[in-house]
T-cell receptor, first 114, second 112 residues
Framework: SQTIHQWPATLVQPVGSPLSLECTVE??????LYWYRQAAGRGLQLLFY??????ISSEVPQNLSASRPQDRQFILSSKKLLLSDSGFYLC?????????????FGPGTRLTVL | DAKTTQPPSMDCAEGRAANLPCNHS???????VYWYRQIHSQGPQYIIH???NNETNEMASLIITEDRKSSTLILPHATLRDTAVYYC?????????????FGAGTTVTVRA
């Protein structure tokens, strides 16, 4: 069966510090991968998605970047965090096969920027 | 993708059916209706999806009106663990880079 991991689970970082969040998927190959952010009391906002190694699409301009160095690894980064980067970051995957629709979400990372 | 409208919150008694409405009046013929839920501090969980026929699985039933402008998610016997935010999403049939747009959803509170 497939599983998705995210770490760390929680993170407190000062403004201006760098960020690296990691997401890995097991039990599948060539998944589509997604990064979402959820601000407090809000819905989910899609930040990035990837359909393959090295292929990243950005949904909104922001202070963050994403990379996919391996098939089942998706990394969210920032060189200098802003207060507005605080939130709940969720990674998700779905099979890359056409016609299969569900996205499966990881447990999330709660980031607080002080 | 078509926009959806859901009530911000609703209460439900434990053991009773919970009927969650969703309006999607601008839905087009090739768009599916998806439902996800998010229990506090967890990632969203897929529940069910449908195009025009009613659907049922082990978690819920999805009733889509004949004109497809609205739908209802039914949790047949709500439990305290069903307390969550429920999202109704309309999406075109999956292409290879399919994306989900989550709105504010309905906060469902199941009470003993």
């Amino acid at each position: 069966s497939q599983t998705i991991h995210q770490w760390p689970a929680t993170l407190v970082q000062p403004v201006g510090s760098p960020l690296s969040l990691e997401c890995t998927v097991e039990g599948t190959s060539n998944p589509n991968l997604y990064w979402y952010r959820q601000a407090a009391g809000r819905g989910l906002q899609l930040l990035f998605y990837s359909v393959g190694i090295g292929q990243i699409s950005s949904e909104v301009p922001q202070n963050l970047s994403a990379s996919r160095p391996q098939d089942r690894q998706f990394i969210l980064s920032s060189k200098k965090l802003l207060l507005s980067d605080s939130g709940f970051y969720l990674c998700a995957w779905r099979t890359g096969l056409a016609g299969t629709n569900e996205q499966f979400f990881g447990p999330g990372t709660r980031l607080t920027v002080l | 993708d078509a926009k959806t409208t859901q009530p911000p919150s609703m209460d439900c008694a434990e053991g009773r059916a919970a009927n969650l409405p969703c309006n999607h009046s601008t839905i087009s013929g090739n768009e599916y209706v998806y439902w996800y839920r998010q229990i506090h501090s967890q990632g969203p969980q897929y529940i069910i999806h449908g195009l025009k026929n009613n659907e049922t699985n082990e978690m819920a039933s999805l009733i889509i009106t004949e004109d497809r402008k609205s739908s209802t998610l039914i949790l047949p016997h709500a439990t305290l663990r069903d307390t969550a935010v429920y999202y109704c999403i309309v999406r075109r049939k999956a292409s290879n880079d399919y994306k989900l747009s989550f709105g504010a959803g309905t906060t469902v509170t199941v009470r003993a």
